[in-house]
């Protein structure tokens, strides 16, 4: 039997009857036509996974909530923030649900000098809530109930300058000196920059140089900005992590 979970941006406790918001209603009872006293496992990103029972009332969908409520699928021990040059349209999507997959803990979407993506404040604010509906629908997917943090866009030189200066700081760059076998277990937490499509530029890089990042090779061949962080991100959990 399939376990269908849902998030949904509302206070959850035991015992509880909850009002589904009008998008969880529709994607549980017409997309995926569950029907009266269904069970279903509601989250709202503290980490708990509340299972209950789907409940048909005229035009409400209640989410009754059962008395005991369990921890989701354990958090990585390895707190990753993936700072994204934003790529376009169907590539941001695919590295935001690999990442959180793949136990990422914050995204940062970045604007680089080369990045092709433009975002006004109205369209910034469209992808914003985009990019939202995607990690909660994978933490859905992948069983996690703690939706990584999703900062705003924000240019890369201005981000770099406000780095926690205590982290691991890596920008992935295929003639970097530094592979993976070469770090040490971090300490804290890990910082990794992924430039756009066309790369990083000189001044992104040397704006990173000054805030202390290392340049980190993965292998030998060049990977496409919607392949690179998936990558690094698989490749740090498996030596530090818990892949």
């Given at each position: 039997m399939r376990k269908v979970r849902v998030f949904v941006d509302l206070p959850l406790r035991p015992e509880a009857d909850v009002v589904l918001p009008d998008f969880a209603a529709e994607h549980l009872t017409r997309v995926l036509r569950l029907g009266d006293g269904a069970q279903i496992v509601c989250f709202n990103g503290d980490g708990r996974d509340y299972r209950g029972t789907l409940r048909l009332r005229g035009r409400e969908r209640l989410f009754v909530v059962d008395a005991c409520t369990a921890p989701a699928a354990a958090e990585s021990p390895l707190r990753i923030t993936l700072a994204q040059c934003v790529a376009r349209g169907e590539k941001m999507d695919s590295v935001l649900q690999k990442a959180t997959e793949l136990g990422v803990a914050g995204i940062v979407p970045l604007i680089s000098e080369r990045t092709e993506v433009r975002l006004d404040e109205d369209r910034a604010g469209r992808r914003q809530a985009h990019w939202t509906r995607v990690l909660h629908s994978?933490?859905?997917?992948?069983?996690?109930?703690?939706?990584?943090?999703?900062?705003?866009?924000?240019?890369?030189?201005?981000?770099?300058?406000?780095?926690?200066?205590?982290?691991?700081?890596?920008?992935?760059?295929?003639?970097?000196?530094?592979?993976?076998?070469?770090?040490?277990?971090?300490?804290?937490?890990?910082?990794?920059?992924?430039?756009?499509?066309?790369?990083?530029?000189?001044?992104?890089?040397?704006?990173?140089a000054v805030a202390g990042f290392t340049g980190l090779r993965l292998g030998p061949r060049i990977l496409r900005t919607e392949t690179a962080g998936p990558a690094a991100l698989a490749a740090l959990q498996s030596r530090f992590g818990d892949l």
């Open positions: 994978a933490c859905e997917q992948c069983g996690r109930a703690t939706v990584p943090l999703l900062q705003a866009a924000i240019a890369l030189p201005a981000w770099a300058a406000e780095v926690a200066p205590d982290a691991l700081r890596l920008v992935l760059a295929p003639d970097a000196q530094t592979g993976l076998r070469e770090l040490a277990p971090p300490t804290g937490e890990v910082i990794v920059v992924v430039g756009p499509e066309g790369g990083l530029s000189e001044r992104d890089l040397a704006a990173l």
